[in-house]
Structures are given as C-alpha cells and as structure tokens.
C-alpha cells in the first residue's frame, strides 16, 4: 500500500509541476515527446560527476531531432538525469525532498548507479529551453543542471514568447 501511495503522489506531483512549466516557452502537451529508437538521428553523451556537475552542462539541439541521450555516472554516489522545464524540476525537486528513495521510471528520466550508463530518447518537437538535473538529495541545489537550447527550423521564429 505504501509503495501505491508514493507512485500515486509523485504522479500527481509530476502531472502538476508539467503543467506549471508554460514560462519556459514549453508546455506539457508539447513538452511529453518520448523519440522513436527508428528515428534518432543524433547522439548525445553526457557524463554526471561527484562535483555535482554535467559534462557538457548546455547542449544545443535542432527542432525536429530525436536524440539518444547516452548518460554515464561518472562518480561514486547515485546521480540523475530528469529532462523537463525549469518549473517542472524545481516542483519535482521538492517533492523529492519528501521522497529521497523514490526511483524514476519515466521517459523524460533515469536513476543511474556509480559507473552505470542508462539511455534516453528524445523528440524535441518545439523551440524553447528545456533543462536537465540530477534530482537526488541535494544535487540540485549544488548546481547540477544543465540545459537544452532546442533552435527553431530555419525561417521559423521560436515558439512560446511574443
């Protein structure tokens, strides 16, 4: 029943933090673009460091591109990588105060063990700014995040402000 009661609230924890995430020119309907293994014509390597930081920290991607995030903990404690807006890993990072334990089984996130290497697949399907953390207890407020500058097509101007 526990178990039930914690997937029940980070569900509703991460439904809500989506759903606040519209000031980063990125919204949930938008936003929720797991990629197709058939269609990746990029491949990205990201490495997480015991210096609570990512290498590369910001990435540049094209709309339209489906990337393979290859990501590697590079250090001795468990690190993370949540892909979403600003909004949405803020709201997700206090809830995971309240649950340190939690393991994410999501597309847009993995857990990864010391010196294990875990895949993402990803549609950027709209211009803006994304970002990515590592949301295990206190590596988001040391500063490990990054962030993803997803360009428009050519001719297009970016989605979101005005």
């Known amino acids: ?3 039930r009661t914690q997937l029940l609230t980070s569900a509703l924890c991460l439904t809500s933090a989506l759903a606040m995430a519209h000031s980063d020119g990125m919204d949930d309907e ?3 673009q797991p990629g197709n293994p058939l ?3 990029r491949t990205v390597k990201v ?3 015991d210096s609570m930081r990512f290498s590369p920290g910001k990435l540049q991607v094209k709309n339209g591109d489906t990337v393979l995030f290859v990501i590697h903990n590079a250090g001795a404690l468990k690190h993370e990588f949540v892909l979403g807006t600003g909004k949405a890993l803020k709201a997700h990072n206090e809830f995971m ?3 340190p334990d939690m393991e994410h089984d999501d597309d847009s996130m993995v857990s990864v063990a010391p010196g294990d290497t875990a895949e ?3 549609k950027f399907s709209r211009s803006g700014l994304l970002h990515f953390a ?3 207890p206190g590596h988001y407020a040391a500063g490990m995040k990054g962030s993803v500058s997803v360009s428009a097509p050519a001719g297009k101007r970016p989605a979101g402000k005005h």
């Open 120 to 122: 993402i697949i990803w």
């Open 47 to 49: 490495e997480m460091l």
């Open 30 to 32: 938008n936003f929720r």
């Open 97 to 99: 105060k309240q649950n």
């Open 1 to 3: 029943m526990k178990v």
């Open 39 to 41: 269609e990746i014509n």
């Open 134 to 136: 590592c949301l295990q």
